[in-house]
């Protein structure tokens, strides 16, 4: 099969198209012709000093890539496929304090304690307190006599009122995480004009914020994960620094793709009106990994070839970036019958949205899947006859696939 005919210069990380679209028809190309493929880069364009990244659409090899952190480092340039042509080396070293940039073995002993907020016991006891917040954010919407905005009145409420319950943020201080978390990922968009600066001034306040609540747990424990991380540090807890990172990658992977799988989905329902019927009728328990597989929240991370290697068929060099696209996986037809078409009642579902597996899955996966399942329930419920008002504004951004604002009535 001939490699597939890209237009010349057509980069999956480029925010310009990502601001319009998934490319899903060029993942399709590759897929068939050329699963692994260089993309050349201008210099620098993504803040590495580089030429451009293999790009991975296979589900597979997307898997694979995943399930390797000895061959496939997410520390050596971190999993952000792509920063800014303004993104200095020694800023972009800094973020390896976050967990979702670390290898084993500092991942593991990092995850294995922040894992103790999400077993089982714990997403369980927060589901009684969840289900009465999304009715709330729910009744609240449907109050409103015209045209609003489902982003912010809806999908942005619960992942952020879930944060707050699961490490102890007092509920009036969720705007200030919703803000800092926007501020940190909206680099790529001129609409927020967030520069380099404000982004890192936002992080900082945020990790300070963390890092006061952690110094106030130390003194006087409470019945809450903060305390349980922190406490007694040198029996293997997190130190401030540590508990700070967590809560800032907790901010956006617990908030912003959520919230954008949320979006996504009522936008899939209310274009796919016989799948709302379906859902509403038959709330079946495989519709949240639907949803996700089809948002796909974060298109694409990357990681670093620790050695020289061979992946699709391709060389791989040692130092090159791989970027690993979840969204093509997600429709890769050798693994989902008709991956194009929206189905709740898909079932098996092995889908990558939250991640490939390997040390980096997604540690929220339970707590995502809960609140999707109970926003949708209540949306289900009390607004049964939701109405789309105008197209989704899509976040212009290199890696997340994001909405910005999603008009609605309530009908």
């Not at 897929?31 to 201008?42: D, G, T």
């Not at 009036?172 to 967030?194: G, L």
């Not at 019958?337 to 597996?357: A, I, K, S, T, Y």
Request: with cysteine; aromatic share 8%; net charge negative.
């Amino acid at each position: 099969m001939p490699c597939p005919a890209l237009p010349e210069g057509f980069d999956f990380t480029d925010p310009d198209l990502l601001h319009h679209r998934v490319p899903l028809p060029e993942f399709a190309e590759l897929r068939a012709a050329e699963p692994v493929r260089w993309i050349p880069q201008p210099a620098n364009i993504a803040g590495f000093q580089d030429e451009g990244y293999w790009a991975v659409t296979r589900h597979a090899d997307v898997r694979y890539v995943s399930t390797h952190p000895e061959i496939f480092s997410s520390t050596l340039n971190t999993a952000i496929i792509r920063f800014n042509e303004h993104m200095n080396r020694d800023s972009i070293d800094a973020q390896r304090l976050i967990l979702l940039n670390m290898d084993p073995p500092e991942h593991t002993r990092v995850r294995q304690i922040v894992q103790r907020g999400f077993t089982p016991r714990a997403i369980r006891a927060l589901e009684d307190r969840l289900r009465d917040r999304a009715q709330a954010i729910v009744a609240g919407a449907r109050a409103h006599s015209g045209p609003f905005d489902f982003v912010t009145e809806v999908a942005c409420e619960l992942p952020l009122q879930a944060i707050a319950e699961l490490i102890g943020i007092p509920q009036d201080d969720r705007v200030k995480i919703f803000e800092w978390s926007n501020k940190m990922i909206a680099y790529d968009d001129p609409e927020y004009a967030i520069t380099e600066q404000v982004g890192a001034e936002s992080a900082a306040e945020l990790i300070a914020y963390a890092m006061g609540m952690a110094a106030e747990r130390k003194q006087c424990p409470a019945h809450d994960i903060v305390s349980t991380l922190v406490a007694a540090e040198d029996e293997g807890n997190l130190n401030s620094d540590e508990f700070g990172f967590f809560v800032l990658m907790l901010s956006v992977a617990g908030n912003e793709t959520t919230r954008n799988a949320i979006t996504h989905g009522m936008h899939a329902f209310l274009t796919h009106p016989e799948q709302w019927e379906l859902y509403k009728r038959e709330r079946p328990s495989t519709a949240a990994e639907e949803i996700v597989r089809w948002a796909t929240p974060v298109n694409a991370f990357q990681r670093t070839a620790t050695q020289d290697t061979e992946l699709g068929g391709k060389l791989i060099r040692k130092g090159d970036r791989v970027g690993i696209f979840y969204a093509s996986a997600n429709h890769d037809p050798e693994v989902f019958e008709n991956p194009d078409v929206f189905d709740v009642m898909r079932d098996p579902n092995p889908h990558l949205g939250f991640g490939g597996g390997g040390p980096h899955y997604c540690l929220g996966k339970s707590l995502a899947v809960l609140e999707i399942d109970l926003i949708f329930n209540a949306i289900a419920d009390a607004m049964p006859n939701l109405t789309l008002t105008g197209d989704p504004r899509r976040l212009r951004s290199a890696w997340i696939n994001g909405v910005k604002e999603l008009q609605v009535t309530a009908g």
